[in-house]
């Protein structure tokens, strides 16, 4: 398949980056630091720090790591906390040091963590004192040696601070008790950090810059190892295809999505990190009427986040009350983008809802729609600038112009391989170097690709394919539905059969009307066999609907069985 470049979607995008631009991650943060030192970095429950207070208190972390707790390059440090001033200090100094990030959903499961900490062989851990409960439960199964420990509130200022702390932990109850002997603060360790001085270790390229735990396209949870190289590259090519959209020193990006996640690591934190941007740091993004009092203090010019997040907005009636005249850049990334959630985001905020495509692997730009485009397309974009994509089909082999196979990516910003995990690696690195995603779709005859569904998410009816995707997008079109997931379920007849999960928006919606309105607008062989309303979806923290979930909730069941509201047709 013949790659197509990128000059005739989006002027001013170069086809290639020059990735030797800078050695590292922080070749780049420094000299934001010096550029911008002046303007706001980031701003988080009503404090804002400038870039040369991040500057000096993440050099402080960075002498903290180095000269007290005596960490070596290439030692992994683990970080356990959701949006708070502490995460971009800590992650900075962890870089700075030399060493190597590996971020931690601070939702985990005990089990969860002790995996993860044992997997990467992290020496040293930054956690939220609302998660030390969990910690404290593994600790002494995994190689942590030190805890740096942190309350919300730390870095707001006195009286602030206290106010925060004591109204979260004996108010509201949201830290467990718990035991860890020879913690020590955050402040204490910026203090520390305060009296010796930075050994600044030469990075390149190659040196591992995080390690992000991820399923992957094969079921272990492992980490993916993203070298300096990866993120430089993928800073590179996002900021250029953003560049004519943004005035250096004068955006404000509003942080929702986690920065453990490497959407918000990337594309919020560093990127816009980059260009001088001030990042407004969400810590509950599930607070919707919170967050959009946050929203309200703010004239905001850009906002990423996933296809419910944006959902969950529009569906609060203040939402309509913001200011958007301000805004540029609406990203849509993690989860494919609905047509209904798009076309709704755009009718109320009069900007477009860009649609993005990647993954842990790719750092994660791998597609992008042009920035310029008005309306909603339904697909992920054009590869961004020194990335192949091509669509192979089961043997490896390239496919044509519009048939459907798996997605492929080759480019500086694929990982280096899974940690530790040279077999996993194997299974989806081709011997010509392109990353095999898992997910299947198409290029079309002007370059965009599609993607139609996860590989193993595919439902198989009576040898047909049906992509859960389409089902969803379809069921969303429904104005009365909030939510939907679709799966394939056992079928004696026809191997497989669809079942979808629907949310209600509107208590009026009937299992007649669903099905009706599913029966309207699908081929026979698509239509649902089963719907299920529920209250809620599972979802991972970032706002993905699990699906997984919903499958193995299935397989557990013998039959069908009835307690909450169902059909059949």
């Given at each position: 398949m013949e790659r197509r470049w990128l000059k005739s979607y989006q002027p001013g995008v170069p086809a290639v980056i020059?990735?030797?631009?800078?050695?590292?991650?922080?070749?780049?943060i420094d000299t934001s630091?010096?550029?911008?030192?002046?303007?706001?970095?980031?701003?988080?429950?009503?404090?804002?720090?400038?870039?040369?207070?991040?500057?000096?208190?993440?050099?402080?972390?960075a002498c903290f790591l180095q000269n007290d707790l005596k960490l070596k390059r290439g030692d992994r440090v683990a970080i356990m906390m959701p949006n708070l001033l502490q995460y971009p200090i800590a992650m900075f100094g962890v870089l700075r040091a030399g060493l190597i990030v590996v971020n931690v959903n601070p939702l985990y499961t005990a089990r969860e963590l002790e995996h993860q900490l044992n997997d990467s062989g992290a020496k040293a851990?930054?956690?939220?004192?609302?998660?030390?409960?969990t910690l404290q439960k593994v600790l002494h199964k995994t190689q942590i040696k030190h805890v740096v420990l942190t309350e919300l509130g730390d870095l707001l200022g006195f009286p602030k601070s206290l106010i925060v702390n004591s109204v979260v932990k004996y108010v509201k109850k949201m830290v467990p008790e718990f035991d860890l002997p020879g913690a020590i603060p955050f402040a204490r360790a910026l203090a520390m950090g305060a009296r010796t001085s930075l050994s600044k270790p030469v990075l390149t390229h190659s040196d591992i810059a995080f390690l992000q735990y991820t399923g992957g396209t094969t079921g272990v949870s492992k980490g993916a190892m993203l070298t300096h190289g990866n993120i430089v590259a993928n800073m590179l090519q996002a900021r250029a295809w953003i560049r004519f959209l943004i005035d250096e020193g004068k955006e404000t990006i509003i942080t929702a999505l986690p920065l453990y996640h490497i959407f918000s690591l990337t594309a919020n934190c560093l990127i816009f990190n980059s260009v001088g941007a001030l990042n407004v740091l969400i810590t509950n993004p599930r607070d919707i009427p919170g967050f959009i009092k946050e929203l309200k203090k703010w004239k905001f010019t850009a906002i990423t986040g996933v296809n419910t997040l944006f959902n969950a907005l529009m569906l609060n009636k203040d939402f309509t009350s913001l200011d958007f005249s301000h805004l540029k850049v609406a990203l849509g990334g993690g989860m494919a983008v609905q047509r209904a959630v798009a076309?709704?985001?755009?009718?109320?905020?009069?900007?477009?809802?860009?649609?993005?495509?990647?993954?842990?692997?790719?750092?994660?730009?791998?597609?992008?729609?042009?920035?310029?485009?008005?309306?909603?397309?339904?697909?992920?974009?054009?590869?961004?600038?020194?990335?192949?994509?091509?669509?192979?089909?089961?043997?490896?082999?390239?496919?044509?112009?519009?048939?459907?196979?798996?997605i492929c990516i080759r480019g500086p910003q694929v990982m280096k391989g899974y940690w530790e995990r040279p077999d996993e690696t194997a299974k989806v690195m081709t011997e010509d170097g392109f990353f095999r995603t898992g997910d299947l779709g198409y290029m079309n005859d002007d370059g965009f690709f599609k993607i139609v569904d996860r590989k193993k998410d595919m439902i198989l009816v009576s040898g047909f394919n049906v992509y859960p995707n389409e089902i969803e997008?379809?069921?969303?079109?429904?104005?009365?539905?909030?939510?939907?997931?679709?799966?394939?379920?056992?079928?004696?007849?026809?191997?497989e059969a669809v079942k979808v999960f629907v949310v209600k928006r509107d208590a009026s919606l009937t299992q007649e009307d669903f099905m009706t309105h599913m029966k309207e607008n699908l081929t026979g062989y698509k239509h649902p066999k089963y719907v299920e309303f529920r209250s809620e979806l599972p979802k991972t923290n970032v706002g993905k609907i699990l699906r997984k979930d919903l499958r193995d909730e299935e397989m557990k069941k013998t039959k069908r069985v009835g307690g909450q509201e169902s059909a059949h047709l």
């Open positions: 020059d990735i030797n631009e800078y050695s590292s991650i922080v070749d780049i630091f010096q550029k911008f030192a002046d303007l706001p970095s980031f701003a988080n429950m009503g404090k804002t720090l400038t870039y040369s207070q991040i500057d000096a208190a993440s050099a402080q972390f851990i930054v956690i939220v004192a609302n998660f030390a409960q076309e709704r985001w755009k009718q109320l905020t009069k900007t477009p809802l860009i649609e993005a495509y990647g993954l842990t692997e790719t750092s994660p730009a791998a597609c992008i729609n042009p920035m310029h485009m008005k309306e909603y397309n339904g697909f992920i974009g054009v590869p961004v600038p020194s990335t192949e994509v091509v669509v192979k089909d089961e043997e490896g082999a390239d496919v044509d112009i519009g048939q459907v196979g798996e997008d379809v069921a969303m079109l429904n104005t009365k539905v909030l939510e939907a997931a679709a799966i394939g379920v056992p079928d004696e007849k026809s191997g």
